[in-house]
């Protein structure tokens, strides 16, 4: 039998954790809040919240509504994606492994009890207290490193670099309000051109690249929130497919859930 995993959250980097898990034969479900605020939409299976249905990278996933419906979404081959803020669905789904892939920075609910394997991405988290393993989400030397004692590096507020720029590559509201793109995912915008409005309030890019990520339209947004993401390499196929980051934070989440089912003797 394939191992069930839930994953908590279905931004870009819950996608790539859930892309490497259905790859390699695991059934993976995934939860959401009714209005996701992921920025790479493109690679966020979130999207699917919205849309009904959203691939990436050939991989489809499907909202879905109750426990039937997963296990129906899982017969096609897809990735079913649940709206369930406080992920209440692994009561009766019982995954064998549960990741916490919020990335809030701290830990909103997560326990080490919630299942045979709790693996938690990035800081927010003790491994051994909250969860069995952390993975490192920092870019760096240490990204993807699977953490079985202690916390993963501490949130600094800054963007990870892409491309030499870090802080002025991120969109953010200028004003609490109603969220409205002008731009859509994949185009090329210059440094001073407006990109979207909040609530007639423009939102200018600050480098020249790709707009590789931008919120969903009529979302409420508080100022200084993230609303956006600017590529500076300017290739847009990165926008369409899941970043070196994603991927090297999966593939230490599949360390883990291999490492930790044989340590802790965990039944298929």
Not at 44 to 63: D, K, M, N, P, W
Not at 103 to 128: C, H, Q
Not at 170 to 177: E, H, I, K, M, N
């Amino acid at each position: 039998m394939p191992v069930k995993v839930l994953i908590k959250g279905a931004g870009d980097l819950a996608t790539g954790v859930a892309y490497r898990l259905h790859r390699v034969g695991m059934l993976v479900a995934m939860t959401e809040i009714p209005k996701p605020t992921a920025i790479r939409r493109a690679v966020a299976f979130a999207q699917a919240v919205y849309s009904g249905l959203h691939t990436v990278e050939g991989i489809t996933a499907r909202r879905v509504e109750s426990l039937e419906e997963i296990f129906n979404s899982w017969a096609r081959g897809e990735i079913p994606v649940i709206v369930d803020p406080e992920a209440r669905i692994r009561e009766r789904l019982k995954p064998q492994v549960l990741v916490d892939a919020i990335m809030a920075k701290r830990n909103t609910g997560t326990s080490i009890n919630d299942a045979p394997i709790v693996i938690a991405l990035g800081p927010g988290f003790t491994a051994g207290i909250d969860c069995h393993a952390v993975v490192e989400t920092n870019r760096g030397h240490y990204l993807g490193r699977v953490i079985l004692e202690g916390q993963a590096q501490p949130n600094t507020g800054i963007p990870g670099e892409v491309g030499g720029e870090a802080e002025r590559r991120v969109l953010r509201s200028p004003a609490d309000g109603l969220f409205r793109p002008l731009k859509e995912i994949g185009e090329f915008v210059e440094e001073g051109e407006t990109v979207a409005e909040v609530s007639g309030v423009p939102v200018k890019a600050r480098i020249s690249g790709v707009l590789r990520g931008i919120l969903y339209p009529g979302l409420e947004v508080r100022q200084g929130m993230k609303v956006g993401d600017v590529d500076p390499r300017g290739v847009r196929e990165h926008c369409f497919t899941i970043s070196d980051k994603s991927l090297a934070v999966a593939g230490g989440v599949l360390e883990a859930i291999l490492y930790l089912k044989r340590l802790l003797s965990i039944p298929d």
